[in-house]
């Protein structure tokens, strides 16, 4: 099965609509990943796990995963909504 390099370059959001997955940070600094299609996603600790969670979700296809630019802040929902 082929994998993401995990240091390899993800394209930013802007050159890549039809990624299903975007990885970015929410208001409070966490990694998350965001699902185009809201089936599935998290929060995560580290960019590297938020990475390996998309990569094995897409069956590590890299035209599915984009990287969030810094200035764009991404939400996970249901733990916004516990706070």
Do not use: Y
């Not at 995990?6 to 609509?17: A, G, Y």
């Not at 965001?34 to 996603?41: F, M, S, T, W």
């Not at 929060?43 to 938020?50: C, G, L, N, R, T």
């Amino acid at each position: 099965m082929p994998s993401i390099q995990l240091n390899s370059r993800i394209e930013p959001l802007q050159r890549k609509p039809a990624a299903r997955f975007t990885i970015g940070r929410d208001n409070r600094g966490r990694w998350v990943v965001a699902d185009r299609d809201g089936l599935v996603g998290g929060v995560f600790i580290s960019e590297h796990a938020a990475r390996h969670f998309a990569a094995d979700e897409c069956g590590h296809d890299a035209a599915q995963i984009c990287r969030a630019d810094d200035s764009i802040v991404l939400q996970f929902g249901p733990l916004d909504r516990l706070q």
